[in-house]
């Protein structure tokens, strides 16, 4: 009984045979089809690159690669916005500037254009003050001073600052104020005198040389004034950027940046007014014809000075801007230098030539030959 109970309880354990598959028939299967060449190809290096331990590295590479493109791409397109924007704010903060410092040559050169129809000689004596007039024409320059400063001070007091209150400065205060004074001193005073060379030298020349000389320095004057302006400009804003509160030598460079474009803009542009007007239109300022020959055989010069100089007005105001005044003096009176020793040449020239056993004071058939036949005909 008790082997028969067992038997039953081990039929009732035993799990039941798991149903046999249907018989499936070899016709029946269909294996995908293999990919081409190409394909298995690119998954073979798919496959590779997802094994390989750098693969991870090298996508993240990538990816930062692209990003950063992106960005300078961005960066690039800003900058350039900004650095138009800048021109722009420059240009509309020089603008208003540029009439202060256009009234003076203009007035002379209209002086010039009027003069200059009536008399060759009268042209010349436009270089020099004559006798005749020198104590009406100090006292105009003295009275115009006065009340130009006077003008000045009743605005300054109108804006808040006590201009017509006057202290005795200190050591102190006059030593720092001959540190930023007296570079600026020898810069102007290095033009100046340049400029009174040019005339002596230019008179030594003759009448005819002199007018021609006041005419071109006129119209010099007249253009290069153009870029007195972008100075202001760079002595107003750089000093904030170099050594303010606010202190950004980017933005600093990016300034600078723009008024040398707008500087090489204007130089170009007054450089080919400037020349074009006394070649094609010299009859505006006078009518005999040595003068104007004398006018045209300076225009190479002439051009290549009024193409830089609106940029060297912008060097010269962030120079100032940056307090860097020793540079500035030094380079002024190097360049003051140089230009007295070119004039200086001339001299040094004409005389050996005259004291020369050849030339005309020591040799007894100097010319003779062409001036008897000159004389014959």
């Not at 202060?100 to 003069?115: F, K, Q, R």
């Not at 021609?212 to 253009?223: E, P, R, T």
Request: net charge positive; hydrophobic share 45%; aromatic share 8%.
């Amino acid at each position: 009984m008790s082997a028969h109970l067992r038997l039953l309880s081990a039929a009732h354990l035993t799990p039941a045979p798991a149903p046999a598959p249907a018989p499936t028939s070899l016709h029946r299967l269909r294996l995908p089809a293999p990919p081409p060449s190409a394909a298995r190809l690119r998954l073979l290096r798919e496959t590779r690159l997802e094994e390989s331990p750098r693969f991870p590295r090298a996508a993240r590479c990538r990816c930062a690669g692209s990003a950063v493109a992106r960005a300078g791409e961005d960066g690039d397109e800003a900058a350039a916005a900004g650095l138009w924007e800048q021109v722009r704010d420059i240009v509309v903060f020089a603008g208003p500037a540029l009439g202060l410092w256009i009234c003076g040559p203009l007035m002379s050169l209209i002086d010039t254009m009027v003069i200059g129809q009536t008399s060759a000689l009268q042209l010349a004596a436009l270089a020099f003050t004559g006798s005749g007039n020198y104590e009406i024409i100090t006292s105009a320059n003295t009275y115009a001073q006065v009340v130009a400063a006077f003008m000045m001070m009743q605005n300054l007091n109108n804006k808040g600052f006590r201009a017509f209150s006057f202290t005795i400065p200190s050591g102190r205060e006059l030593l720092q104020i001959f540190e930023v004074a007296a570079p600026v001193f020898v810069t102007m005073t290095s033009k100046v005198a340049f400029y009174a060379l040019l005339t002596y030298s230019a008179t030594s020349m003759g009448a005819i040389t002199l007018a021609a000389h006041q005419v071109m320095i006129n119209i010099l004057c007249m253009c290069t004034v153009w870029g007195e302006p972008l100075s202001q400009t760079a002595q107003s804003f750089m000093p904030e950027l170099i050594y303010g509160a606010n202190r950004n030598v980017t933005k600093a460079r990016m300034l600078l940046k723009s008024l040398v474009i707008i500087g090489a803009i204007a130089g170009a542009v007054l450089g080919t007014v400037g020349t074009l007007v006394p070649w094609l239109f010299p009859s505006l300022f006078t009518n005999d014809r040595m003068v104007v020959q004398q006018m045209h055989t300076v225009l190479a010069p002439y051009f290549s000075v009024l193409l830089v100089t609106p940029s060297v007005h912008c060097l010269e105001g962030t120079l100032l801007a940056g307090r860097d005044l020793r540079y500035l003096s030094q380079s002024m009176g190097v360049c003051f230098c140089i230009g007295t020793l070119l004039l200086m040449s001339r001299f040094a020239s004409g005389s050996q030539r005259l004291i020369s056993p050849t030339g005309m004071l020591y040799n007894e058939n100097f010319n003779q030959v062409e001036y008897i036949e000159t004389k014959a005909t």
